[in-house]
């Protein structure tokens, strides 16, 4: 079975593009809808593996797509790959709040958006199984049994610190805007400061000892996990 894509783009030379990029290496295959209102059409009875989708689009914008998808159970865990123009840095934030996986800034290489379709694709739940530890060069996280080691010495976290380390682990390599990191630890929208996440995620850092590194801020987007490739404690950081 093809992995099934789908994308939402109005330009039609991008469209194809991304379409024959997408399906050079012979494991997945591209639809092409050109209109907001076809791509929730499309998407509702029959959802694909993932969506790349535009933001300025005729009918329904990528925003409102994006919200719609995220709103029924159906659509709620579809992968969505955003496409922003450069610079529009406030269209980067309201993607990823809305539930955006990922962003692509326009012009983009098709390279870089293969890969980044491929990480979103590995980043799926596989079931319900529950998950295996996550361990880095410094960090064992076992979220089943609520324990976190680092450097093999046990992390007293509270609950909300769980929660986020939880949160930013399973979304690793990923962006994660703080409004999204609101609604998923705290279950709320709005009545909790947002900068009283920057205020836990300094904790966390700091209880993580050497773990902290991993937790990545990026200026104006959000918070980031990120596994650090062969990183055996002893070299310069
Ligand atoms: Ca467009």
Not at 59 to 72: D, P, S
Not at 179 to 205: C, F, K, M, N
Request: aromatic letters at 4%; proline letters at 6%.
């Amino acid at each position: 079975m093809p992995i099934r894509i789908l994308v939402v783009e109005d330009e039609a030379d991008i469209a194809r593009l991304i379409k024959r990029t997408l399906e050079r290496a012979g494991d997945m295959r591209v639809d092409i809808v050109d209109r907001g209102d076809d791509a929730l059409d499309a998407v509702l009875p029959n959802p694909p593996d993932l969506i790349v989708l535009d933001i300025n689009l005729p009918a329904v914008n990528g925003f409102e797509i994006c919200r719609l998808l995220r709103a029924k159970p159906v659509t709620a865990s579809v992968p969505v790959i955003m496409l922003t123009a450069r610079g529009a840095e406030s269209d980067r934030v309201s993607g990823l709040d809305l539930g955006a996986d990922d962003y692509i800034t326009k012009p983009f290489s098709v390279r870089e958006l293969a890969a980044r379709v491929r990480a979103v694709l590995r980043r799926r739940p596989a079931g319900a199984v529950s998950p295996a530890p996550y361990r880095s060069a410094h960090l064992v996280a076992d979220f089943d049994a609520v324990a976190v080691t680092v450097d093999g010495t046990p992390v007293r976290l509270t609950r909300t610190e769980f929660e986020l380390l939880r949160c930013l682990v399973e979304s690793r390599n990923r962006v994660l805007s703080r409004g999204r990191l609101l609604e998923r630890v705290w279950g709320q929208d709005g009545t909790t400061a947002t900068r009283s996440i920057d205020v836990h995620i300094a904790r966390l850092r700091s209880k993580l000892c050497a773990a902290g590194d991993q937790i990545e801020t990026l200026v104006g987007l959000g918070y980031r996990f990120v596994d650090l490739p062969g990183t055996d404690g002893d070299g310069p950081a």
